[in-house]
């Protein structure tokens, strides 16, 4: 048996770093002639630029250039893309804006990009850019996700009439119509999912440095996928090539979403790097994240459920509008769709849904994944839906799902919305969370609550999630522009310690130490003698990146297979020392034994005979370093049921989370700590987006709500200790037996907590977030 | 920010003297608000004049009838005396619970009155307690300091040197916290002195003011269901994105009532 390997809570090797200030984040890094970018941003939601003065800036103390829109036009930089395609109901690819880096005759939100000037220090950019006059023309601002394609709505772009992006019908409307029409009862709902700004810790920051020698360009940027914005930035933005551009995200503090994308930012300083022939760098602020970070979330939906006598659903509509911000981030249009709609089954047998997906242009920030991406909508909106069938049907709302729940032996099981899911048990965690939750004592404890003026309430929340993104033919068939597959490089040093190059990268995931634990399982060599190197596209052969919980489930595999690839190598080795024959050769936590006998060679001596090949296997390559991809056949599926215990004081509308229960379904923990603070993680995220956080335009395209002080984030004291335990199940598509765990909490969370709030004041809905005086005014409306 | 000239003084009279040469100075206490303005270039003194030195600003003094704290004593201080938490718990309690920890250690009595944030907590204690704020030129009382939104009875080059709080029979603070920031949407102190009951409220309206209607009622049955005769206007309150004037006047009504019952 190995120490530290999979299923052992570890603490994680980054923390010392970390904690110690010893962290390497963007901001921290700073290279000898620097010079420091600020970027003139929009002030108007929705303006023309009748001209742009920059002369003043330019000869403003410290200023080293300015350039705008124009600049990069010239120098042929490409505008910023989206990489997945939605093919709308008029048979035409979704309408794509240009979308400029910096502003061409017209700034479409507050915080559009329209200049940036680099100078000596941060305060001489600043004042340059105070020195640039801009002559706008101000334009009626369309900020309303529900009006944005109405007739009576200013157009944003020429080529998406309506402010339409796409309009996207799936499934079978027919059948979904007949069965609405024959069902003993039909459940609607209408809501709206609150727009958030994903905030993660560190700010956005880039450093671009152009070295004339070599003409290679080398930009650290805050990323979560440092190969995919290498290849976007050479292939469409034509900043450089593939092999003369290195892109390093080193320690990033924080992503949820927010950095996968490939922003103005970055792009403009690895471009102006070169024409400085300096290095350039950015760091954004607080303010610039609330602007010009890509937000998430903001549906508006009806949903409707068809059903029989006794509660079973039988058909399932889902009508949407979604808002995509003024132009189309990096990945935009497959949120409110693909990851979306395909999640609408939920954990249940519904066998038909229709769902239209009208996406739409406002005078807002781009929108884009946040943590969970398009199934938080999904579940919130079904899980929302299910308590509203259970309240319309008088059933219990734990009794609803449990009749309409798949069956664990119906698995793999095949959806009417294209997903196949992997495994489930969906009423063994079910009936965990009720037991974790003490369903059966909630009566005791309202009444208790009633006599101390409180209304106590109970919600619960049974979700699925697609993760482990994504099997490359499939996202390919969907329009997806890269494969998914991931990579990775398990390298032993000659002294036996081992390197691990993945192309995933932790942001906070903890990835060098799980990842370590695989390889220290697999390899046997001690936990503290391997190093996980990520981030950085120099030393790194390949990767696409972390998000939608697929660093375990595809990065992990990668690392596994690289591992085997050793091990069949080293048996070669290890024959060749042992005078054995390589069918004799067993390999067993770290050393290689000839069957039966006590012959046997540690994996360390067998690195070390790979480099000093003095007496080795003939025409084998010396070396003990192997590559290796992986491709998944499936998504993975994990779910689980949280229940939401709240307490609401009527008199003010303050709601208490008193208790809090989540059952999950990772498959195999690798770290259960690191995994249980990633549920916590989640679940806050999606306390916050249903109790606090929610981003506000005025009608005129100004963000009310740019600063902590205006956006509620959620705090220690928002949340009680949380109760989390598991109920596994082993999905057979994933070699390693894991499904990904970063984003269940943000998913199932929201619906958990708004059931709950629902079920204390006895009304059908509240949306999100549901402060205290939308509560207390529902609790008027109530009592 | 802006550049300006940084003066470091150690007494009221040179702090004073350094503001009447500037064109356009500030004083800088904890520099928890003006700070924040300043780097986002929303202000631009020509000169900042800082009272960390001048020590004769900082302490907390128990004079027998009230407790005099210095204008630069941080809200931390407050929170920790003991000579507060005896005296007027209540005012320890309220200072304890201003921001963080960070803004706590550095913000100051002097600077939260004297910039009147009208969801600051400290106007209603002063307010409540009847307190009266000592300057390098006058004594002011708590009534009469406070004059609108971010204003005050202070005049350009006046510093604010100390205030002096009677010490109450008892006192109450409840506060109805912002989600987001922590300020008060609306906080209510009422202290009960041998004079009668003292209600200020914070938040709820573009200044702190005496809830005179609560007083009335609350000196002739000091009760929490006394309160429900009082009509809370809807007129003079604030309204944002966090409250509606409707729900502030209401929560005005609960939380004094929560206060009275914290009075015991
Ligand atoms: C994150 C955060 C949360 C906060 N939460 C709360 C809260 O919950 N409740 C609350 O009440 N406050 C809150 N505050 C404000 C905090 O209490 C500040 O400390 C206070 O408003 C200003 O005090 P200061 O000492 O920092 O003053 P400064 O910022 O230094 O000065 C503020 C103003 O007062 C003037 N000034 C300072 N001292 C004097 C003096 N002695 N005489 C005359 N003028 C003077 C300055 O010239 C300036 O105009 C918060 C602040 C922050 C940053």
Redesign the interface.
Known sequence: MVENGIGVSVLRKEDKRFLIGKGNYTDDINVAGQTHAYFLRSPHGHATIESIDISAAAASAGVVAVFTGDDLAADGIGTLICGVTVTSDDGEPHRAPAHPALAQGKVNYVGDHVAIVIAETL?QA?DGAEKIAVDYGVLPAVTETARAADDDQVQIHEVAPNNMCFNWPFGDKEGVEAAFASAHKVSRLELINNRMVTNPMEPRASLGEYNTGTEEITLHVTTQNPHVHRLVLSAFNQLAPEHKLRVVGPDVGGGFGAKIFVYAEELVVGWACRKVERPVKWTGDR?EAFLADAHGRDHVATAEMAMDEDGKFLAMRVMTQANLGAYLSTFSTMVPSYLYAFLLAGQYTTPLIYSEVKAVFTNTAPVDACRGAGRPEATYLLERLVDVAARDMDLDPAEIRRRNFIPKDAFPYQTPVVQCYDSGDYVAALDKAMVLADYEGFPARATEAIARGKRRGIGLSSYVEACGIAPSAAVGQLGAGVGLWESAQVRFNPTGNVQVFTGTHSHGQGHETTFAQLVTEQLGVPFENIEVVHGDTAKTQFGMGTYGSRSLAVGGVAIAKACEKLITKGKKIAAHALEAAEGDIEFADGNFTVAGTDKAMNIGEVAFNAYVPHSYPEGLEPGFDENAFFDPLNFSFPAGTHICEVEVDT??GVVEIVKYSAVDDFGKLVNPMIVEGQVHGGIVHGVGQA??EGC?YDSEGQL??AT??????PRADNVPSFDVDYAPTDPPDNPLGVKGCGEAGAIAAPPAVINAITNALGIKHIDMPA???NV??AAQGAA | MYDFLYHKVNSVDDAVAAMGNADDGKFVAGGQTMLPTMKHRLASPSDVIDLGGVSDLVGIANEGDALVIGAMTTHAAVAASAEVQSAIPALAKLAGNIGDPAVRNRGTLGGSIANNDPAADYPAAVIALGATVKTNKREITGDDFFTGMFETALEEDELITAVSFPIPMTAAYIKFENPASRYAIVGVFIAKTVDGNRVAITGATPCAYRGMKFEKVLNEDFSSNACDAVEVSVDRMNSDIHASAEYRAHLVKVMVKRAVDACG
Not at chain 1, 708 to 713: F, G, Q, R, V
């Open positions: 305060a600043k303010t008199d003010t109790l606090l506000r009310i709500t902590y002080m205006d956006y509620a984030m402060t205290p005086e207390w005014r």
